[in-house]
């Protein structure tokens, strides 16, 4: 088993920054990667930034080039620099961790952290 562990959120006003980090502990074998979703009230879930185990990162257009993925594998955490916050990046921010074993894919999640852009 996996276990993720967000912290970083909060209420922050537009233009302002936050870091996210979320660290992985429990079982792994083999981490495809490492990846930060969002949900807003009544949208549904979507990706954000994307950290693979090969150190090649992905971002949602809405982001890109505000927001920063990175890894620290000897700490196994991921992080999420949010610069130039907008009301619109308002939304529970997820971490996600996929891995495969014999085969098999899992992914976990965890509980989610707030973030609120807001004057």
């Known amino acids: 088993q996996v276990q993720l562990v967000e912290s970083g959120g909060g209420l922050v006003q537009p233009g302002g920054s936050l870091r996210l980090s979320c660290a992985a502990s429990?079982?792994?074998?083999?981490?495809?990667?490492m990846s930060w979703y969002r949900q807003a009230p009544g949208k549904q879930r979507e990706l954000v930034a994307g950290?693979?185990?090969?150190?090649?990162?992905n971002y949602a257009d809405s982001v890109k080039g505000r927001f920063t993925i990175s890894g620290d594998n000897g700490k196994n955490t991921v992080y999420l620099q949010m610069n130039s916050l907008k009301p619109e990046d308002t939304a529970v921010y997820y971490c996600n961790l996929a891995q495969t074993r014999l085969g098999d894919k899992y992914v976990y999640w965890g509980q989610g952290t707030q973030v609120t852009v807001s004057s």
């Open positions: 429990g079982i792994f074998y083999s981490i495809n990667a």
């Open positions: 950290l693979t185990s090969g150190g090649n990162t």
